[in-house]
């Protein structure tokens, strides 16, 4: 089958704007290259808050265990979320990563989560951290 002449024409212009696929690639693992910790497509930045209360609020039945681990000497975050029924589907597996926005102040982060099957958490589990369980 041959092209109708126009869309010849707009196909060569086109490709003829084009940047070539190796500077494409160039580009592109410059970007990847230089990329930070906290930054990138997937980072959100996220306010620490915290509260403490004296009982649940009205209505609140449902609660969540959460079982952290933070790595020693990373940024890196092992997280286990169970709901109050603690059925194995009701679990959610997460390595998650917290870069200060600000070094100074803890207030604000840049957040990025990796949802994990429960063997790679499993896997990450076996490394040395701190452990923290809370309920939510």
């Known amino acids: 089958m041959v092209p109708c002449r126009a869309h010849a024409t707009f196909a060569s212009t086109l490709l003829a704007d084009m940047p070539h696929p190796t500077e494409i690639r160039r580009a592109h693992n410059a970007c990847v290259l230089n990329r930070t910790p906290g930054s990138g497509a997937y980072a959100r930045t ?16 449902e609660s969540v265990e959460i079982q952290d681990r933070y790595f020693t000497g990373s940024t890196l975050r092992l997280r286990r979320m169970r ?7 009701d679990t959610v597996h997460k390595l998650g990563q917290k870069v200060r ?6 207030e604000r982060v840049s957040l990025t989560n990796m949802y994990l099957t429960q063997d790679e ?14 309920t939510r």
Not at 83 to 89: I, L, N, P, Y
């Open 46 to 61: 996220e306010r620490e808050q915290r509260w403490l209360l004296s009982e649940l609020p009205e209505g609140v039945t």
């Open 121 to 134: 958490f499993a896997l990450l589990e076996q490394l040395d951290g701190a452990s923290l369980t809370k």
């Open 83 to 89: 709901s109050g029924s603690s059925s194995s589907s």
């Open 101 to 106: 926005v600000s070094s100074d102040s803890p």
